[in-house]
DNA sequence: ATAACATATGAACAATAGCTCATTTGTTTT
DNA sequence: AAAACAAATGAGCTATTGTTCATATGTTAT
């Protein structure tokens, strides 16, 4: 109750009731913005872009990765764990190899649309 | 010459010539790739999501968005150049007051592609 | 010019992230 | 069962990042 808010504040807001009203009523719960934020962290390291990218072409297991982007098979492990995690690839074993995929087409789509901010 | 590969290579790779070349060929330059992985790092922070959010309803100066966050005005702004950096976000100033908007539709397009990843 | 206000910025600190190295787990072959 | 191979994992190290705090810059009003 007398807990007081310790954030600075200008002398009078400039946004409208209305205005702020909406900005509360639009605003995704915490919780889902804590996960795109996630979702985005992900996408956030070239590595693992690079490794969407090489699957775009086809199904392919952690060695070949390892060695078209000609980085150790233990980096591409613990990026394959991240992107797994975020459901943005999935896998199937084959014996002592296991196989990753895209896991569907948002990938493609968010990539996409990153790419046209980029190439502007 | 006498350059070593020191990357561990598996004892056959899986993936056929063709495959390898349309990786080779399909894969965007290395610099290209950065800058990706650059703007998704941007988005990859919820305080900044937030931001986008709020200036989806309206131009805002950086008090009222820090108010709206209940975040200091140093933070926002911290953040506001990140976001200004990348090209998301424009300002105008009027007297005192700088105003913050969303820079192009491509803010929206690509938080949207994220969020219908999150939601499933 | 001075005071007041809005914003920007730099240094510092804690938390996080990506890579390497060593090792373990899982599978196949002998 | 043992050896060999592919992949996964944990610890450790360095680099990066988000926030805070103090201060500087820019603008307006007195």
Do not use: W
């Amino acid at each position: 109750m007398d807990e007081q808010n310790t954030i600075e504040r200008c002398d009078y807001i400039h946004a409208h009731e209305d205005i702020i009203a909406k900005v509360n009523e639009n605003m995704p719960d915490e919780e889902i913005l804590y996960d795109l934020a996630e979702l985005f962290k992900i996408f956030g390291d070239s590595t693992r872009i690079k490794i969407l990218y090489v699957l775009f072409e086809s199904e392919m297991c952690v060695c070949d990765i390892a060695q078209l982007l000609n980085m150790t098979q233990s980096a591409i492990s613990h990026q394959l764990r991240a992107l797994k995690q975020s459901k943005l690839v999935k896998y199937r074993r084959e014996g002592k190899t296991v196989f990753y995929s895209l896991a569907d087409d948002h990938v493609r789509s968010i990539l996409d649309q990153g790419m046209e901010h980029v190439a502007e």
